[in-house]
């Protein structure tokens, strides 16, 4: 119950009010006085007849003009008024108060941190958006700042501005701040926000709970540091140029070019000319061309597929990788740069080395600092990480409602083999977005093979004898499936994460050869 009472500015009116409450025992759990001689009482609610006796009461007391009962107490009204608005702005916002800590977060802030209210209001903004630094603001210029972040893997822009509020004496005092997130592509004609040309982002981009994903960036992020060839192996669509690029972002040349050469897309003598340059005056130019590798001086040159690279072309990397001197195409005289070489292949180079279809010296120079990611396969709990951030980039540039799916999907999702890895899965996603009727994200948009597909066929289990007999009967069938993809031994050890030794001892012993 909340009463609105109308009266003159009268010294011990107000007391005189509490004195009624008190006497029927009525709760008092909120006042409000307005300058313009209006009270406000926030009381539990009571029944009609002790209700008509108090708003008589009332009016006998001297100087109260009308009392009347409404819906809401000024400050109910203001914040709801503001919570509503909130709660209906498209971008992000949340109320942070000086000590970090969240007061007020709107549904789209919900939405996008994935969490309920409980978990987002009273905890503390480090906590729920790891990238920014609140307390280095706060000890800072306290200025309206925008800055790049990466919330699950997607870019977003992060705008804080200072809230000030006067005090009696007309000085400002800072209150609380505003936080703000949007999406930072530009969409729907919004202009661009203007940032660094220069970010650190990175690794951040990556998503994935599982041991393997971990130890892989964990290792990444060493590496990065340092200034030695990096190779990056790992099956197509798993992410190598991603990580080659996170890696260059975090290392000191981060502020220079990363420049990206497809080692299998370029005929050899055009491959040349685009990685060393060439000479003026040659192929009718009157002026020279910088190649790939003078263009990214002090940078990073990503050599993507090396094992593509010519036998020719192998021979002049080696030169340049051992002092980092080459020579342009027709130009006698040397030129040095400070580069330094990702390279990234999908084959095993050390197998094309032994079998002399790559430099056996180049490999060993490459080979130096090695980074392999693991199949998505090998990771299943990573997809639902993975699905998520699909989905949330999808819909963003959609301009969709995010969909709701159930756990099932997940499980189906995750018994898939993926052979395309997460570019197979975030092409997926999209497909079926766009084939979806409604809110509900089903596995039969993906259009996954069934069953017998996804198991290879290996067929059905034999389930005579004993369990012994049947774990064997098992175990031959993947390993004779498993053989036609990774025809030797050691193909397959590495596949399966075993040693070469027991991979060769159960190929003899079920009698399995590649057909």
Known sequence: MRLEVFCEDRLGLTRELLDILVSRNIDLRGIEIDISGIIYLNCPDIDFTTFSELMAQIRMISGVKDVRKIPFMPVERHNTELISLLNNLPDAVLAINLKGFVDTANYAALS??????????????????????????????????????????????????????????????????????????????????????HSELGFEHFVGISNRHKHLINQAKKLAMLDQPLLIEGETGTGKEMLAKACHNRSERSSRPFLVVSCASMPDDVAETEL???????????????????????????????????????????????DGTFRRVGEEHEIHVDVRVIASTRHNLAALAESDKFREDLFYRLNVLTLSIPPLRERPSDVQPLLELFIAKHVRHMGMAKPHYDESLIEQLSHYQWPGNMRQLDNMVLRALTEMPDDELKIDYFHLPGVEAVNGGIGLINLDGSLDEIMKDYEAKVLEKLYQSFPSSRKLAKRLNVSHTSVANKLRDYDIRKH
């Open 112 to 197: 996008l941190l994935n969490k309920q209210q409980h978990e987002v209001v009273g905890h503390a903004i480090s906590t729920l958006v790891h990238a920014f630094n609140f307390s280095r603001w706060l000890e800072g210029s306290k200025s309206r700042q925008r800055e790049e972040i990466v919330l699950n893997g997607l870019d977003y822009v992060l705008e804080i501005m200072p809230v000030y509020i006067q005090s009696e004496a007309k000085e400002s005092i800072l209150a609380s701040a505003m936080v703000i997130l949007r999406a930072s592509q530009v969409h729907h004609g919004v202009q661009p926000v203007h940032l660094p040309l």
């Open 276 to 322: 060393f340059g060439h000479a003026p005056g040659s192929f009718n130019h009157r002026e020279g061309h910088k190649g790939i590798f003078e263009q990214a001086n002090g940078g990073t040159v990503f050599l993507d597929e090396i094992g593509e690279m010519s036998a020719h072309l192998q021979i002049k990397l080696l030169r340049f990788l051992q």
